[in-house]
């Protein structure tokens, strides 16, 4: 068979055609740092040296060797000049030191790999520039060229595709499918999904931008009220971290668009309105004075307060409100009237004494169901005990002690229909917002006689008895008298 040796020519020839680069899986590709760059450099400079020592040592040999070795045609060895001999030998000599050093370059080299295999896989765990964003920028892809030996050409620069003409060779489709790639096959664990009422609208690996964008959806709601509003989501808004397919991805901004007609909101803040304070009846009594006698001695004012409420509306449409504030800016003046008490049927202090018992019994037999005691109520005093309990309306409303009927009519003083008994010791009780009365001033009462009807008349809320126990121009918790 025969043999046909390649010359120095052709080996020429054959080095230098040129090779088809192929690019790399721009999903592998990443962003070099500086260790990665400096082995890159150290592998291209190193093929290009093996390359340049192969090529001086052929010339070298080129020019020893004054004849070519053909083996097929040479049958007696022996006739070989020594010259020729000489040069074989020089052509075999640095064709071993050639291998020698190839030897050595590829283990250095090999050592030069392993080394940036670790480099890369410390820093793969720290790579996010493609993970942790939906945007792909030109120099976050290196491409590198995939020739026979692994390595670029270091002079073919020709070759080799620069970013720019990488990412401008991509169409708008591709550019979605390769965001949507890298952040299914690099964010799996670390993204996190908006759910609403339970419900997924979407994934992002950006959780910073999407509660942002949740933050400002209640935000933008309150513009307009004051600094004191607030607003939250009246349902369930929840952004939760785990894992999710390709096709739950998205962006911040689609997600939000999703998700804008699900988000039921609560809004809260004050409304400050101001209130008329009505005012009261005071009533004295005079003795030298017929029943019929009534004057007004002074004359009532109403007053006026600023009331703050603490409003809640839930998709415009109001849930609650309670009183937070109350200030008074214009006190209320009581009216004082003064009752004639003399005339027929009416008695002196001293009989009506002896005819009370100096107790008081319970003056509703319906119910002892107290619905409001005496103190402070909205701002001033509740002067008495409210009694009240489901199908109270009409029922009798009994005296509770002996004594005097001073008034019972209605006077415009906030107790609608309403009785005064004298006991003649100094006390005096009143029955409030009746319905009807069932006695009539300078009347005498016994203790558990019926004097009206439980009604609302007057500034009353509901059908209810107000109680009062009074001595002289004092009004007196009537639990200290009664049971």
């Known amino acids: 068979m025969n043999t046909k040796f390649i010359g120095l020519d052709g080996f020429n020839e054959i080095e230098s055609l040129s090779v088809t680069k192929k690019r790399a899986n721009i999903k592998t590709c990443k962003k ?6 400096t082995v890159r450099f150290i592998k291209r400079a190193s093929v290009y040296f093996i ?3 192969k090529a001086k040592v052929l010339n ?16 007696d060895y022996s006739k070989i000049s020594s010259k020729t001999s000489t040069g074989a030998h020089s052509m075999l000599k640095s064709k071993a030191v050639l291998t020698a050093l190839s030897c050595l370059v590829a283990v250095t080299l090999s050592c030069i790999t392993v080394a940036s295999a670790l480099d890369f896989s410390v820093d793969d765990t720290k790579a996010q520039d493609i993970s942790t964003s939906n945007e792909i920028k030109a120099d976050d892809f290196l491409y590198e060229s995939n020739s026979e030996n692994g390595f670029n050409d270091f002079n073919n620069a020709d070759s080799i595709s620069t970013a720019d003409e990488a990412i401008g060779e991509l169409t708008s489709d591709a550019y979605t499918s390769i965001t949507k790639a890298l952040a299914s096959e690099n964010m799996q664990g670390s ?11 979407g994934a992002t690996s ?18 307009g009220y004051d600094s004191k509003t607030t607003t939250e989501f009246a349902n369930d808004v929840k952004v939760k971290s785990g ?10 901004k689609d997600i939000m668009e999703s998700a804008q007609d699900l988000f039921s909101i609560s809004l809260s803040t004050d409304i400050i309105y101001n209130r008329e304070i009505k005012y009261e009846t005071q009533t004295e009594y005079d003795d030298t004075k017929s029943s019929s006698y009534k004057k007004t001695k002074t004359e009532g004012k109403n007053g006026e307060e600023k009331v703050t409420l603490r409003t809640t509306f839930i998709d415009g449409q109001q849930t609650d409100a309670v009183e937070t504030d109350c200030e008074v800016i214009k006190k209320a003046v009581d009216e004082v009237v003064i009752i004639g008490t003399k005339g027929s049927g009416s008695s002196s202090s001293s009989n009506l004494s002896s005819s ?6 319970w ?20 002067s008495g005990v409210d009694i009240s309990d489901g199908g109270i309306y009409g029922q009798p409303i009994s005296a509770s002690d002996s004594g005097t009927v001073i008034f019972a009519g209605n006077d415009n003083s906030g107790y609608g229909n309403y009785v005064i008994i004298d006991h003649g010791n100094g006390y005096k009780t009143l029955y409030g917002h009746c319905s009807s009365l069932a006695v009539s001033a300078g009347q005498s009462v016994s203790k558990g006689d019926t004097v009206g009807y439980v009604g609302s008349t007057g500034n009353s809320t509901g059908p209810h008895l107000h109680f009062e126990v009074r001595y002289g121009d004092n009004r007196l918790d009537p639990m200290q008298f009664v049971s």
Not at 243 to 252: A, G, P, Q, Y
């Open 356 to 361: 009370s018992s100096g107790s008081f019994s």
């Open 191 to 201: 993204c996190f999904g908006l759910y609403v009422d339970g419900k997924l609208i």
């Open 206 to 223: 950006d959780a910073t931008a999407l509660n942002a964008q949740l933050k400002k959806v209640l935000v933008d709601y309150r513009q």
């Open 32 to 37: 070099l740092n500086t260790a990665q760059k």
């Open 60 to 75: 070298i040999v080129a020019k020893k060797s004054d004849v070519k070795i053909n083996l097929s045609n040479t049958k």
């Open 51 to 53: 390359k340049f020592i």
């Open 243 to 252: 894992n999710f397919s390709e096709d739950e991805i998205m962006s911040v």
């Open 363 to 382: 003056p509703m037999p319906f119910t002892h169901n107290i619905t409001s005691y005496y103190g402070e109520r909205w701002g001033r005093l509740h």
